[in-house]
C-alpha cells in the first residue's frame, strides 16, 4: 500500500477484556516495529520483525502482550486481559531496511486504545 | 545501551522567530541520529537524519540539525518559525543492540508557535 496502515484508530474496552491490533505495512517492507505513546513518555519500543521473526521482544512490558506477523506483511499485537495502564498509542512502523542503522522508518497514524 | 534526552517538553516561539530544539544522546558506538515530526492526528515522519559524513544535516521544511560528537548532541534549528511548524518532534538514536539497530526516541518536544 501507499502508506502503513493500522487499524482500529480507535479502540475503548473494558479492563479485562482482550484486545487485537493490525498493522498493514509497506508493501515490500521487511521489518516492522511496534511501539507504544503514552502521554509524556515518548515512545516506548514493544518488538521488532524481520520477516516474520521477531528478533527482538525485549519491550514487550509483560506476558499479557503477544505479536506476530504473517507473510511478511500483516502484523497482530493482542493485548490479554487488559489493564488501564495499557492505556496508550499504539503505533506501527516499517522500514525496507531491517537491521541497518540509518534506515528511516515510516510510521502508520496509531491506534489509540482506552481501557475503563 | 542508547538513550536520548530531549530537554523541554515544550518550547514556545514567536511566528518569524529562531528554533531550537534540544536532543543529547547516549550511545557507545558511534550512532546514526534522526529528527521525526509529528503533526496532530498523524503519524511521526523524518525530518533529517545523520548517517556518516558532514555533521551539518539539512532536512525538510527549512530545519536543520549538527552533530557534536564532543557534546554528544543533535540539536534541531530552523531560523525563522512558521505558525505550520507547531507540532511534536522526537529525537531518535539508533545503535547496534543485540545484533539489530532498534531506533530509540526521546521523550519529544512540543513546538508551539505564536503569531
Known amino acids: 500500500g501507499a502508506g502503513v496502515s493500522q487499524s482500529p484508530s480507535n479502540k475503548v474496552t473494558e479492563k479485562g477484556k482482550d484486545v487485537e491490533l493490525r498493522c498493514d505495512p509497506i508493501s515490500g517492507h521487511t521489518a516492522l516495529y511496534w511501539y507504544r505513546q503514552s502521554l509524556g513518555q515518548g515512545l516506548e519500543f514493544l518488538i521488532y520483525f524481520q520477516g516474520n521473526s521477531a528478533p527482538d521482544k525485549s519491550g514487550l512490558p509483560s506476558d499479557r502482550f503477544s505479536a506476530e506477523r504473517t507473510g511478511g506483511s500483516v502484523s497482530t499485537l493482542t493485548i490479554q486481559r487488559t489493564q488501564q495502564e495499557d492505556s496508550a498509542v499504539y503505533l506501527c512502523?516499517?522500514?525496507?531496511?531491517?537491521?541497518?542503522?540509518?534506515?528511516?522508518?515510516?510510521f502508520g497514524a496509531g491506534s489509540r486504545l482506552t481501557v475503563l | 545501551a542508547q538513550s536520548v534526552t530531549q530537554l523541554g517538553s515544550h518550547v514556545s516561539v514567536s511566528e518569524g522567530a529562531l528554533v531550537l530544539l534540544r536532543c543529547n544522546y547516549s550511545?557507545?558506538?558511534?550512532?546514526?541520529l534522526f529528527w521525526y515530526v509529528q503533526y496532530p492526528n498523524q503519524g511521526l515522519q523524518l525530518l533529517l537524519k545523520y548517517t556518516t559524513g558532514a555533521t551539518l544535516v539539512k532536512g525538510i521544511n527549512g530545519f536543520e540539525a549538527e552533530f557534536k560528537k564532543s557534546e554528544t548532541s543533535f540539536h534541531l534549528t530552523k531560523p525563522s518559525a512558521h505558525m505550520s511548524d507547531a507540532a511534536e518532534y522526537f529525537c531518535?538514536?539508533?545503535?547496534?543492540?543485540?545484533?539489530?539497530?532498534?531506533?530509540?526516541f526521546g521523550r519529544g518536544t512540543s513546538l508551539i508557535v505564536h503569531p
Open positions: 550511545s557507545s558506538v558511534p550512532p546514526y
Open positions: 512502523a516499517s522500514s525496507s531496511q531491517g537491521g541497518a542503522g540509518a534506515n528511516v522508518l515510516t
Open positions: 531518535a538514536v539508533s545503535a547496534p543492540s543485540g545484533g539489530s539497530y532498534i531506533p530509540t
